[in-house]
């Protein structure tokens, strides 16, 4: 019985990391000028709107969760299985320094003056390095997301769940990486929907995790044993 706790305390983790990561979801009650769509949502944790402490807050627990668990986790784990949780850490690390050390000036898509600042390179390094910390949280993600399904693969229902969050990812991903290159309203739409798939994920990867064993084998995750024939 003195198990439970340890097997549950990782997947409770990254369920809590899913659930702030969605903190935008505020964004319109906490700052007006901000619609539900509009903009990036990092622009929430800019350090010249109202409440960014809170988001940036968010931001660092999330990463601390996230980088925190996947570096157990990495650590028991073999195989794709441990390319999962480095992922993880990786876009742990990254969102922790999305709200800290590289959160942006301020708002270029709510703010005309703040947009020419960055296209003359006129804003802080802090600023010019959200774009790198933000890409590398998704490329963390992403690359996590692919290492459990492959580990998955053949668990039916763990592995179609996977698939679709997946789906909502990669799909969030093209559509924002469209939208960079030819701006309009549709880019908060579409990173959201890319947020959106990464909440999943944390909440995916922690129910992965809440089901690996917790003793010296722990991260091979027992896919072996639980494959379909031919599979």
Do not use: K
Not at 181 to 204: C, K
Request: hydrophobic residues 50%.
């Amino acid at each position: 019985m003195s198990r439970g706790p340890t097997r549950l305390s990782p997947g409770l983790a990254l369920g809590l990391a899913g659930v702030l990561y969605s903190s935008w979801l505020i964004g319109p009650l906490l700052n007006p000028a901000f619609g539900l769509l509009d903009g990036y949502a990092s622009e929430l944790a800019a350090r010249d709107q109202p409440y960014h402490l809170v988001f940036g807050l968010g931001d660092l627990v999330v990463g601390a969760l996230a980088s925190a668990t996947g570096v157990v986790l990495a650590r028991r784990a073999r195989g794709w299985p441990r390319w999962a949780w480095w992922g993880l850490v990786a876009f742990g690390v990254a969102t922790a320094l999305d709200g800290t050390v590289s959160s942006m000036d301020c708002a270029p898509t709510a703010d005309a003056r703040c947009a020419r600042l960055a296209e003359l390179g006129a804003l802080s390094w802090r600023h010019q390095g959200h774009s790198v910390s933000s890409s590398a949280a998704v490329v963390g993600g992403l690359v996590s997301l692919v290492a459990l399904l492959v580990a998955l693969r053949g668990r039916r229902v763990p592995f179609r769940w996977g698939l679709v969050v997946a789906t909502v990812l990669l799909v969030g991903t093209a559509g924002t990486l469209v939208e960079l290159a030819h701006l309009d309203a549709a880019l908060g739409a579409w990173q959201r929907v890319q947020l959106l798939g990464l909440s999943g994920w944390l909440v995916y990867a922690g129910v992965v995790a809440a089901r690996t064993d917790p003793g010296p084998e722990a991260g091979a995750l027992n896919v072996g044993a639980r494959r379909d024939p031919g599979s």
